[in-house]
């Protein structure tokens, strides 16, 4: 165990890529819990696309974070002292505790989890968050029937992939969106997509066109910008497009210009813009079923692992580039 | 009773703005019923920025108008002439039997109406398709509920003057987004409602801002490009957007780049482009109220009336310039 806190703290607000400087990195005590509190020893950072949107100062879904505090972050860690009566030591919980080594809570937010169900890391990606915004926006939203073909792009990430093996399970054709030939043979070679087209090959819409030769019943946009305007354009009559993601805008100075608005018209789209907790109400459903069957080897999922607290911000920037292979993680113990 | 039958045709598919070249008025002999069939004497044509649609090769919910073909249109008229058992000679029909003084049909698509309840060219307008789409698309897709704000674009056309009147029916503020000083106080002083934009005056984001102090919640949107966008940027989180039309794109050679597509993700926007006949099911009882409500003076309509089939393709033309006010009609007797 370490004997100083270590924390990744918000700096600057970042105009248009975020670099390492936006970030600092401080030292400090092992928080002490007040009456009511556990501390918790981190094991694991998630890093997500939506940290982008806490570092800038606009409108959100949630607010800001602020310059100086801790960088949001989901965890999974143990709990190592306890003044709470619901928590025990030797607990592992996840929750967003941030971008630290160790956290204080009164609890709110935080869940026990089954350490010998699936690795721990899990908890933060295909068993966790990512994973339960996949089964909410495919299955509730996208709400695909057998021998449709679900679209999904940035498909070898932490959602993408988990929506794709959705789509197989459900009886569909899936079809993924990736960057590179590396990205696009995972895709169908280790998840079981039935077709992966490589947006770098500048190629996209005919590429697109090959891979959904009956068109696109379900959208699952996690990019947005030309991959999604693309998109549109391939879309069947009365497709479902679920709006979780629009990740190649976020480090943007300016507005992507969304060209293909006519096809929602045209082809009478349902387009609806969520994000997981909206629907908090199925989040344990979703959790509960991709523990099973992850645990039964019915979902694959890797992982991409950075070492120690330090490498966050350089693994933050690089997820934010899809220097990633599924979900990117920081290994901190 | 005319004695030759005059017929306007798609002469040309046009590149960019429709001019009247693209249009082709011959005359020949009425056509006579076939057994089954009825001959109508067309009354009133209804000019409506879909026929832009149908005049462009490309892909649409419908399909295109042929070159040489009678323009699609709706219609009404009197039978009279009838090989037909389900109509009487003198029976008041609507139909879209296209821009033409005399049409043979089936009867297939073609309805009785009570010439006693509203005027005639009400059937084409508030009382017909405009209206139900009106109808169908702020009750069934943006579900408005008493003190939300409903914002409505192209406010004072054919479906526009119904979403804002409606829109106060169901106890909701209604802002409307009009083309100039004169729409906008037709909107206020005679549609009811609360406020109207200019979008010329040409500062549309703050405008809207004013009209709408709590947001919006319910956008029924008709037009499309930078107003759409602009729109789009006042959303309430949770709000719902019927997508109806897109005119301000219609004659466009390139389309616009709709820049605010963060606002559906990060409000979690339902967006659900519509046609009026995807619910066949509604349009009737839609189209009984909407009857009901303008012969007890409950909705207020007005009119653009255009002379004789001759002037269809100019009025047409100035319709979808906006020169017109409310529903655009061609009397054609």
């Given at each position: 165990m370490a004997d100083r806190n270590v924390q990744v703290l918000l700096a600057n607000r970042p105009e248009g890529w975020v670099t390492e400087s936006d970030f600092k990195i401080v030292e400090n005590d092992i928080p002490k819990p007040k009456p009511g509190e556990i501390l918790i020893q981190n094991h694991w950072l998630s890093l997500d696309p939506y940290m982008r949107g806490r570092m800038s100062a606009g409108k959100s879904y949630a607010a800001a974070t602020e310059i100086g505090d801790v960088m949001t972050g989901g965890t999974v860690g143990k709990?190592?002292?306890?003044?709470?009566?619901?928590?025990?030591?030797g607990d592992i919980v996840v929750g967003?505790?941030?971008?630290?080594l160790y956290a204080t809570s009164a609890g709110d937010g935080i869940a026990k989890v089954d350490p010998n169900a699936v690795p721990l890391s899990a908890y933060l990606g295909v068993c966790g968050m990512p994973g339960a915004t996949a089964w909410i926006g495919l299955l509730e939203h996208c709400t695909p029937k057998t021998g449709e073909t679900v679209l999904v792009s940035a498909a070898t990430g932490a959602v993408g992939s988990v929506v794709g093996q959705l789509a197989k399970m459900q009886g569909c054709r899936a079809v993924g969106i990736a960057g590179g030939p590396k990205k696009c043979e995972y895709a169908v070679k280790q998840l079981g997509f039935d077709a992966c087209v490589d947006y770098k090959a500048g190629n996209l819409y005919e590429d697109l066109k090959a891979a959904c030769p009956d068109g696109v019943d379900c959208l699952f946009e996690n990019v947005g910008g030309e991959v999604m305007d693309t998109s549109l354009a391939v879309l069947n009559p009365f497709s479902r497009v679920a709006l979780c993601g629009l990740i190649s805008g976020y480090n943007a100075t300016e507005a992507y210009g969304m060209k293909m608005i006519r096809s929602i018209l045209v082809n009478r789209v349902n387009v609806r813009g969520f994000i997981v907790f909206d629907r908090i109400d199925l989040y344990q459903k979703a959790v509960g079923q991709l523990v099973r069957w992850v645990a039964a080897g019915k979902i694959r999922y890797h992982e991409t692992v950075a070492e120690g607290i330090r490498t966050a911000p350089k693994a933050f920037i690089g997820m934010l580039k899809g220097e990633n292979l599924g979900k990117q993680v920081v290994k901190l113990t």
């Open positions: 709990v190592i002292s306890s003044q709470n009566p619901k928590f025990n030591e967003s505790t941030g971008w630290q």
